[in-house]
């Protein structure tokens, strides 16, 4: 990630007062009811800003154009960490092609199986360090409220490319099962349910959301003991049915002794 950017900044050199071309960084963050989380980094670029970048690796003037195979083989090159540098895919995430509105890149994604791993009493999280999100305390918690305030800080490289009139932009959203408690984001969807931050806003420089993610019942244990009620309940009716239809056959007493009595006729 950070060899990309430096490419970026380098490439730009030889094309002063670029205008037009725009570089796109996105981080999402989709949080489930089970509590289970998807954390996304997107890097992408649009095709003049791509296709200028290419030339001047190959020494061209920054007028041509390139295919569809050799713009992915750059990004896909570009995006390789040297040694000694850190890769998202050694911190457990998976990369993919991105491509909408008109930009293409790489896009990363992390699964946490339960955001209770990377919640607690304080928060150590920021984006510079978002590969290794999984060891991080992202989300402070008490009780069912979780809270994610934390704070972005623009790097050396996107002042740089501010520099090169290099269109930047960087966003955070936040996908919940609910609509959050509160929160400053700079755009609400219809349903309240997903927030998006426009981080180059001096509003948004720190992001803050309370949101509940509610106890889940546990369905298995739940079934299991419907289960042991139908299985109890068809029981009891078949045993009242058997003693119905088979009822038991009283012995009849001698009314004088108590004793039973010998209704067998004795041979004479």
Not at 98 to 121: A, C, M, P, R, V
Request: glycine share 6%; charged share 30%.
């Amino acid at each position: 990630m950070k060899k990309f950017k430096k490419l970026l900044v380098l490439g730009m050199m030889s094309f002063l007062l670029m205008t037009g071309c725009t570089m796109r960084m996105e981080y999402g963050m989709d949080i489930r009811k089970d509590k289970s989380m998807d954390f996304n980094v997107v890097v992408a670029m649009d095709e003049e800003l791509l296709n200028a970048m290419i030339s001047s690796e190959n020494g061209g003037d920054g007028s041509e154009t390139f295919t569809d195979e050799e713009q992915w083989a750059y990004l896909e090159e570009g995006l390789k960490n040297e040694e000694g540098e850190d890769n998202p895919e050694e911190h457990g995430f998976t990369s993919s092609r991105y491509e909408q509105d008109g930009f293409k890149g790489i896009k990363y994604t992390k699964k946490i199986n339960n955001i209770d791993d990377i919640s607690g009493d304080k928060a150590d999280f920021t984006f510079e360090d978002f590969a290794e999100v999984s060891d991080k305390i992202v989300f402070t918690k008490k009780g069912n409220v979780y809270q994610l305030d934390v704070k972005y800080t623009d790097s050396e490289e996107t002042s740089e490319l501010e520099n090169y009139n290099v269109g930047m932009e960087i966003n955070y959203t936040m996908t919940l099962p609910e609509k959050p408690i509160k929160h400053n984001a700079t755009k609400v969807s219809e349903d309240g349910k997903t927030l998006t931050w426009n981080l180059l806003s001096s509003d948004t420089k720190n992001i803050q959301v309370d949101f509940m993610l509610r106890q889940q019942p546990n369905f298995v244990l739940i079934g299991g003991i419907v289960l042991a009620l139908l299985l109890l309940i068809v029981f009891f009716f078949t045993r009242r049915n058997t003693k119905k239809n088979h009822p038991t056959t009283v012995t009849p007493l001698n009314p004088t002794t108590n004793e039973t009595q010998d209704t067998t006729k004795k041979e004479m």
